[in-house]
């Protein structure tokens, strides 16, 4: 197994290359993002006790609904990010056949073929350094900021979640020679 950068790592036979995308792993951050976390569960869960077991007027009780909506969308997309920092991963496999692309959550993830005829406009974008997409992407909660993306039947397929330029550089050129070998055969 061969190593780009600190996050990715590859294998490469005749047949096929799989690499293999881990998340940043900074257990500081880890650790305040669990800890937050579970601030806001027990945020929601006092807040759900306190509406069965008080007697509230009708505009409290609406507002208390509308605020635990919030709450549960908040709960849903941070849940996510953490987890994904904790125990996913991204999967792609190149061989004469496709190109796979699997995100996972420990062994569970889909893997979905992307047939090399057509696959269209493979290319990787790094936004500026002191954009407002650069900061917002940077931010621990936020699961998203793929680098890599192609139109495959008019939708646009994303991957490389949070890579840095040179990773990102290094894995396109990867990625290119070997979608090009393949395609040949």
């Given at each position: 197994?061969?190593?780009?950068?600190?996050?990715?790592?590859?294998?490469?036979?005749?047949?096929?290359?799989?690499?293999?995308?881990?998340p940043?792993?900074?257990?500081?951050?880890?650790?305040?993002m669990?800890?937050?976390?579970?601030?806001?569960?027990?945020?929601?869960?006092?807040?759900?006790?306190?509406?069965?077991?008080?007697?509230?007027?009708?505009?409290?009780?609406?507002?208390?609904?509308?605020?635990?909506?919030?709450?549960?969308?908040?709960?849903?997309?941070?849940?996510?990010s953490?987890?994904?920092?904790?125990?996913?991963?991204?999967?792609?496999?190149?061989?004469?056949?496709?190109?796979?692309?699997?995100?996972?959550?420990?062994?569970?993830?889909?893997?979905?073929?992307?047939?090399?005829?057509?696959?269209?406009?493979?290319?990787?974008?790094?936004?500026?350094?002191?954009?407002?997409?650069?900061?917002?992407e940077?931010?621990?909660?936020?699961?998203?900021?793929?680098?890599?993306?192609?139109?495959?039947?008019?939708?646009?397929?994303r991957?490389?979640?949070?890579?840095?330029?040179?990773?990102?550089?290094?894995?396109?050129?990867?990625?290119?020679?070997?979608?090009?070998?393949?395609?040949?055969?």
């Amino acid at each position: 197994m061969k190593w780009i950068g600190e996050r990715i790592s590859f294998e490469d036979s005749s047949k096929m290359v799989t690499v293999v995308i881990i998340p940043e792993s900074n257990v500081l951050i880890n650790v305040l993002m669990g800890a937050w976390l579970g601030m806001w569960y027990c945020v929601g869960f006092v807040v759900i006790w306190s509406l069965f077991n008080f007697e509230l007027t009708e505009q409290e009780s609406i507002f208390i609904y509308v605020f635990l909506v919030f709450w549960l969308y908040y709960a849903f997309r941070i849940s996510k990010s953490y987890l994904w920092r904790l125990f996913g991963k991204e999967l792609i496999k190149i061989n004469e056949e496709a190109f796979y692309l699997k995100k996972s959550f420990m062994t569970y993830g889909k893997s979905a073929p992307y047939y090399f005829g057509n696959i269209r406009d493979f290319r990787f974008e790094i936004p500026e350094v002191r954009s407002l997409q650069s900061a917002w992407e940077a931010s621990p909660w936020i699961s998203g900021g793929e680098r890599f993306s192609f139109e495959y039947f008019g939708k646009i397929k994303r991957f490389g979640r949070k890579l840095n330029q040179k990773d990102s550089q290094l894995l396109f050129n990867l990625l290119s020679n070997k979608i090009k070998k393949f395609r040949k055969k």
